[in-house]
């Protein structure tokens, strides 16, 4: 495979997340935890598929049971915190804090050895966080309490998945294959905290049940088997920085739906938080 079509392949994994919010809004009134354990089965279901078509199931013996700990953790953590931000907060403001996890990367990664921080991610940060604080204001009416648990839990997720970026560097090369592990993990994981914590409600309708396989087949499943190819075989600084287009892909497609209202709020809020994640990335890019 070449340098390039594993970079384009890679760039898929940022327009299935673009729909993350989309068909998670759709899913409603399934609760959190049951929503990670359904989409998370169909996710691992497909993994389990393409390793056992790919002869790559003899690789999953050489991977550290602290790399799938890890691994299983950080999709568990994340997606509970997303889908909750969503039940919890409107789902344009909810995804648009949700999605600064591509800045988060390039905050923490300049804390890592043989790196530092410099004035352009100071820059980037501060844009992006005032995107992030014109998101939670109302014109006229301010701040909503109502809202403030599901736009914080969003901000958790967005650190969660920063940090499972970056910590993931210390693993070394992990194959694509346990990406399968983490998935059904996640589902056992889930399905476990749903029957002790929460009330089982199913998907109420057609559109319901679709939404909840659509999630299953893209953003929670195929999403991070191509993912995991891009970042390991195809320019890892062009899919970081492509990574910034899905917080405005994912709120023009709300819009486009109808979910969330077409204010000058939300336009300005999107292109802060993308533009100050790119001044970020360049100022990386340069160094």
């Known amino acids: 495979m070449t340098r390039g ?3 384009a392949i890679g760039f898929g994994a940022v327009l299935l997340w673009s729909l993350l919010a989309l068909f998670t809004v759709g899913s409603a009134p399934v609760p959190p935890l049951l929503l990670n354990a359904i989409t998370f ?3 691992g279901a497909l993994g389990v598929v393409w390793t056992i078509a790919s002869g790559s199931a003899g690789q999953l013996r050489s991977v550290r049971p602290a790399v799938y700990l890890f691994g299983t953790a950080a999709l568990f953590g994340y ?12 789902p344009a403001e909810a995804s648009l804090i949700a999605y600064l996890w591509p800045l988060f990367i ?4 300049g804390l890592l050895p043989g790196e530092r921080l410099t004035a352009g991610h100071v820059i980037g940060a501060l844009l992006s966080f005032a995107g992030a604080a014109l998101i939670v204001m109302r014109s006229g009416g301010g701040f909503d309490p109502a809202h403030t648990k599901g736009l914080i839990l969003a901000f958790f997720a967005a650190l969660t998945w920063a940090t499972y970026s970056v910590v993931s560097r210390c693993f070394g090369a992990v194959p694509t294959a346990s990406v399968t592990v ?7 994981l889930s399905a476990a905290a749903h029957l002790a914590l929460e009330t089982t409600v199913w998907p109420q309708s057609t559109l319901g049940w679709a939404s909840c396989i659509a999630l299953g087949l893209g953003p929670v499943g195929l999403a991070f088997y191509i993912w995991d190819i891009g970042v390991k075989r195809g320019d890892i600084q062009l899919l970081g920085v492509s ?5 405005l892909i994912s709120t023009l497609v709300l819009l486009a739906a109808g979910l ?4 000058p709020q939300i336009a300005i809020a999107a292109a802060l938080i993308t533009g100050g994640a790119w001044v970020a990335a360049r100022a990386g890019a340069r160094r």
């Open 5 to 7: 079509r594993a970079t």
């Open 41 to 43: 089965a169909i996710g």
């Open 79 to 90: 997606h509970f915190l997303y889908f909750s931000a969503l039940r919890l907060a409107p």
């Open 106 to 109: 390039v905050l923490f990664s």
């Open 182 to 188: 983490f998935c059904l993990g996640t589902a056992l």
């Open 243 to 247: 990574a910034y287009a899905a917080p």
């Open 260 to 263: 969330a209202p077409a204010t």
